[in-house]
C-alpha cells in the first residue's frame, strides 16, 4: 500500500512546492526621506502577480500603510497595518492597489501595486486619484505613468 502512496504523494508536494515558489514577495521601505523626497515608500510603484505579497517595513515607528477605498479592484476589502508595524498585504486580484501611510497621505506618502493587467479598475483609480490630497496626487500621477 506505502508503495503505490508514495508517488502520489511525492507529486503532490511538488506540485504545492512549485505553486508556493511561484509566488515572490516584494519589499516596500517606508521611509522619512528617500529617492523621491521627505515621506516616501520605497519604491512606490510595484509590479506584482495575483499570489504575490507585499511586505511594506517601517524604517520609523510613525509610519503605516493601508490600501486605500476606491483604489482596490473589486471585491477586495480594505487592510490597515498597525503604526510602526510590518504590513503584509497579498494581492490576489488583478488590478490596481492604492496604498498610503496614514499620518503622512497628505504628504504624499503613497504607493501604488499592479497586479498582473491594471485595466480593471484603472479609470476607478484614475479618478479616486483627482480627490486625493495635492502632494499625494501627483505621486500617485507619477505612479500610473508607469502603468502598463
Do not use: W
Not at 3 to 26: D, N, S
Not at 92 to 112: E, F, R
Request: charged share 15%; proline share 9%.
Amino acid at each position: 500500500m506505502f508503495r503505490k502512496l508514495l508517488p502520489i504523494a511525492v507529486a503532490v508536494a511538488a506540485l504545492a512546492a512549485a505553486g508556493q515558489a511561484a509566488a515572490a514577495e516584494h519589499v516596500v521601505q517606508m521611509l522619512n526621506r528617500g529617492p523621491g523626497g521627505a515621506m516616501v515608500f520605497s519604491p512606490a510603484y510595484v509590479q506584482a502577480r495575483p499570489g504575490d505579497t507585499i511586505r511594506f517595513v517601517p524604517t520609523d515607528p510613525g509610519h503605516n500603510a493601508e490600501t486605500i477605498p476606491g483604489m482596490l479592484p473589486a471585491g477586495v476589502a480594505v487592510q490597515r497595518g498597525p503604526m510602526g508595524r510590518e504590513f503584509v498585504l497579498r494581492v490576489a486580484q488583478p488590478g490596481l492597489y492604492g496604498v498610503k501611510c496614514t499620518p503622512h497621505y497628505s504628504m504624499g506618502m503613497i504607493a501604488l501595486i499592479q497586479v498582473g493587467p491594471a485595466g480593471s479598475n484603472l479609470e476607478a483609480v484614475r479618478g479616486a486619484v483627482a480627490r486625493t490630497p495635492p502632494l499625494a496626487r501627483r505621486r500617485f500621477t507619477e505612479a500610473l505613468a508607469r502603468v502598463r
